[in-house]
């Protein structure tokens, strides 16, 4: 059984930061790419960063010069450093990760329960 369990989220002040983390614990090979997406209501879910393995990061527009996604692969944990925050930037964050497992030996996708994070004006 391979779980993604997300921590971090909460109220902040526009202009404020958090730190959102992605624990990935259970039966794993390798974590490949690690990626948060939010969902504000009444809306999709959008991808906001991605970094796969080697490091390589990409971002959703709105958050360019202000989040940074990062990995520490020995913990199989994913973090997203959110500055400078926006009340645009309210939404429910979820953790999504490519995931091989030790037994049998596959890879899938999977996701955190997630977490809110609220910025006020």
């Known amino acids: 059984q391979v779980q993604l369990v997300e921590s971090g989220g909460g109220l902040v002040q526009a202009g404020g930061s958090l730190r959102l983390s992605c624990a990935a614990s259970?039966?794993?090979?390798?974590?490949?790419?690690m990626a948060w997406y939010r969902q504000a209501p009444g809306k999709q879910r959008d991808l906001v960063a991605r970094?796969?393995?080697?490091?390589?990061?990409n971002y959703a527009d709105s958050v360019k010069g202000r989040f940074t996604i990062s990995r520490d692969n020995a913990k199989n944990t994913g973090y997203l450093q959110m500055n400078s925050l926006k009340p645009e930037d309210t939404a429910v964050y979820y953790c999504n990760a490519e995931i091989r497992r030790m037994w049998p030996s596959r890879t899938d996708s999977y996701w955190g329960q997630g977490t809110q994070v609220t910025v006020s004006s």
């Open positions: 259970g039966s794993i090979a390798s974590v490949n790419t």
């Open positions: 970094i796969i393995t080697g490091g390589s990061t």
